[in-house]
């Protein structure tokens, strides 16, 4: 490792994402993103905003999105916090509301970005175990904390937390700040956005990246009170003062109005996700009860490694984690109903070889 590094950047384990391979054309279900193109009036508000005026900062307050998702989601205009992906908002939070010295809490398996924050930002963690179906055993999050982050739904698993299960969570952690990240929330899980009035330590993360098809443009948002939406301005001011540049803002406000395409789309995923788990289930998968835009799934027979690979070899990527407990499961992204018959076609090939082999 370089000497000039500091001791920080020689040592921290980054965050590796899913792959984006450009030597050919492959059947992309390895990183959750939408199979569908944009709201084509998000394409359309982003053309036009593409010229002159790109000269100009863009508007630090990012007052018109922010408006637009105060109107969408029933909250008022400083309960919004908007930035450059959920991602970053994530790293935001970590800086704004957890301390070095008292660990935070999150599950065992769950978004792999939140240890990366933690060494990154110097915050003590502790990992509770998941229940062996990967549901989320409440009462270990009511233990000492000085945080908790949850996705909901999870990933890699694509299970969903009840709304009443996150409210006693909420209830037992008055002081601690929980942090409930919704990225796959548009895809029949239940939203806690509505108990942000009632619990003021409440977070919630979204993401324009996977129900809103633009993980291109890189477009996150928080919902919470408006103390907590201080706290992540003040981190971001101190950081960079313009994370959303002009096209985003204005790309993904249009996306968000464009109510119609949205439903649409991710009607088409869900439907397309139910036909996909009753198909593994007929090749003998079991299947984790998914409310997101992917599955989890293991054969009983066939090596989860190895259909990986051998899907990637027929030019179909899906996400495979050397992770203890989840090292025979695969996450595969919902993609068209073609793409999803091809990837239904290829796994008949590669049982077929493993039951000759
Ligand atoms: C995809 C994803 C994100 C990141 O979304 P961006 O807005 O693209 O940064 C955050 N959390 C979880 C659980 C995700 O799967």
Redesign the pocket.
């Known amino acids: 490792m370089s000497t000039y590094l500091s001791k920080l950047a020689a040592t921290i384990e980054p965050y590796t994402p899913g792959e984006q391979p450009r030597d050919k054309k492959y059947i992309k279900l390895n990183t959750?993103e939408s199979p569908y193109p944009p709201s084509p009036r998000a394409i359309e508000a982003i053309r036009e905003e593409a010229g002159e005026c790109l000269r100009l900062y863009p508007d630090p307050e990012c007052s018109d999105l922010r408006n637009s998702l105060a109107d969408y989601y029933g909250v008022d205009y400083k309960q919004v916090f908007v930035s450059n992906?959920?991602?970053?908002i994530?790293a935001f939070c970590f800086q704004a509301f957890f301390n070095p010295g008292r660990s935070i809490l999150f599950p065992d398996i769950t978004?792999s970005?939140y240890p990366v924050y933690a060494s990154l930002f110097g915050i003590d963690y502790q990992t509770v175990p998941l229940n062996d179906d990967f549901s989320v055993p409440v009462e270990e999050f009511t233990k000492e904390n000085g945080g908790i982050i949850l996705?909901n739904p999870n990933?890699p698993t694509g299970r969903m937390i009840a709304v009443q299960d996150i409210e006693k969570i909420l209830n037992c952690n008055k002081e601690s700040v929980v942090i409930v990240?919704e990225?796959?929330i548009d895809y029949g899980g239940e939203s806690v956005v509505e108990l942000i009035s009632e619990h003021p330590n409440l977070l919630v993360?979204q993401?324009?990246?996977?129900s809103r098809a633009l993980?291109g443009l890189?477009?996150?948002f928080a919902l919470g009170n408006k103390e907590l939406i201080e706290g992540l301005e003040r981190i971001k001011n101190s950081f960079n003062s313009y994370t959303l540049d002009r096209l985003a803002l204005v790309g993904a406000q249009a996306a968000l109005l464009d109510e119609e395409y949205f439903q649409k789309t991710r009607d088409m995923v869900m439907t397309t996700r139910e036909e996909t788990i009753r198909q593994v289930k007929e090749r003998g998968f079991i299947v984790v009860e998914s409310a997101a835009n992917f599955i989890f799934i293991s054969h009983p027979r066939c090596n989860a490694r190895v259909i990986f690979m051998k899907l990637r070899e027929r030019g179909i990527l899906v996400r495979y984690y050397n992770q203890l407990r989840i090292n025979n499961f695969l996450r595969v992204t919902i993609g068209t109903g073609a793409e999803m018959q091809e990837f239904i076609k290829a796994l008949d090939c590669i049982l077929r070889e493993s039951a000759d082999a």
């Open positions: 959750n992906g959920s991602d970053e994530l978004y970005f996705a990933s990240d990225a796959y993360v993401t324009f990246s996977k993980a890189r477009v996150g």
